[in-house]
């Protein structure tokens, strides 16, 4: 039995179980594209505006009004959301309405909820 950084190892399994970890490890994009994903949800504003919009589809007045902000303010916000494809656009006359890209962020938000509540 060999100790390594106070873990006791038994020779090849602990190699077998460091290739088997080495192997589902997502490569390094991967893994910084999930934190920047993740980032994007340590912001409080952010919830705000994610969290309206699973409401409602609203326009930048509207959600601005809803969460308590400026409309500059919920611009700079949704064009970053945007920029991680959290929510989406469409275009009524000059009006813009914004709302959840998909489904999966209403499921994050549930989960995130649920998970904070137990």
């Known amino acids: 039995m060999v100790k390594v950084d106070g873990c ?3 020779g090849h ?11 589902g490890m997502p490569n390094e994009e ?18 705000k505006i994610l969290c309206a919009l699973f409401q409602a589809e609203s326009c930048v ?3 601005a009004e809803a969460v308590g902000m400026t409309q500059s303010a919920v611009s700079h916000q949704l064009r970053l959301l945007k920029q991680m494809k959290l929510v989406k656009n469409r275009r ?7 709302s ?17 509540r137990e």
Do not use: P, W
């Open 8 to 10: 006791e190892t038994h």
């Open 13 to 23: 399994a602990h190699e077998n179980l460091v290739h088997q970890i080495e192997d």
């Open 30 to 47: 991967t893994i910084r594209g999930l934190a920047d994903f993740y980032k994007v949800f340590g912001d409080v504003t952010r919830i």
């Open 61 to 63: 007045c509207g959600l």
């Open 92 to 98: 009524e006359g000059k009006t813009v309405y914004y």
């Open 100 to 116: 959840l890209a998909d489904s999966h962020i209403q499921t994050i938000l549930n989960q995130g909820m649920e998970h904070i």
